[in-house]
């Protein structure tokens, strides 16, 4: 179950980088798609853009949803955070949102590194998880393929994490949380963050 969720997130984030993503300015364009000439691992070839049929409202709505990774639920009753606490934390990790979104919109990558645990890192930087985003259908048919972390940002993190808020979380731990967004009134898991040295980052 937990591959055929994957599955289909990749294929709805397929789908929502090529109806919102190829639309952007020259600038970021040329920043998701241009080939460095120092590093293989750099490359990516589009041949061209699909139709879009769906709004770009309906597709963010579809993309965030897909993209929840499936929850694992053992032990997350194992901290209860006191009102005031998630008052307070909810504020904070809002604020870290609306800076992440613009970091992701601009395409900022080396900013957007500095939010990010060395698990989060490592493990979207493992060849054996980009090639399966790559596999998904749409990737494959326009050649489209992952071989770095950046190129995870550029096609898969700005189609899907560019514009979300935080509607409610959850505390997992002392310094772990998982916070989520309301679409189609279901709650979406939009990131799971960590506090490391007194700063709140992504992690998985």
């Given at each position: 179950m937990r591959n055929y969720l994957r599955y289909a997130a990749i294929c709805i984030l397929t789908v929502f980088w090529f109806v919102t993503g190829c639309a952007s300015t020259p600038e970021t364009s040329n920043d998701a798609a241009q080939p460095s000439s120092t590093a293989e691992a750099e490359q990516h070839t589009v041949d061209k853009e699909p139709a879009a049929e769906e709004t770009e409202t309906e597709?963010?709505?579809?993309?965030?949803?897909?993209?929840?990774?499936?929850?694992?639920?053992?032990g997350t009753e194992a901290y209860e955070m006191g009102e005031e606490e998630y008052q307070e934390t909810k504020k904070d990790l809002s604020k870290l949102v609306e800076?992440?979104?613009?970091?992701?919109?601009?395409?900022?990558?080396?900013?957007?590194?500095?939010?990010?645990?060395n698990e989060y890192k490592e493990y979207y930087s493992d060849p054996a998880v980009l090639q399966e985003y790559s596999e998904a259908p749409l990737m494959k048919k326009y050649d489209i393929k992952l071989r770095s972390l950046k190129d995870y940002f550029n096609y898969v993190v700005v189609a899907s994490r560019k514009d979300v808020r935080i509607d409610d979380i959850k505390a997992l731990s002392e310094n772990k949380v998982r916070a989520y967004m309301i679409v189609n009134n279901e709650p979406i898991v939009v990131y799971t963050l960590e506090k490391v040295d007194g700063q709140w980052k992504i992690t998985k």
């Open positions: 597709a963010a709505e579809d993309t965030l949803e897909a993209a929840s990774e499936p929850v694992d639920t053992a800076e992440l979104n613009q970091i992701i919109a601009s395409r900022n990558y080396q900013k957007w590194l500095t939010y990010l645990t």
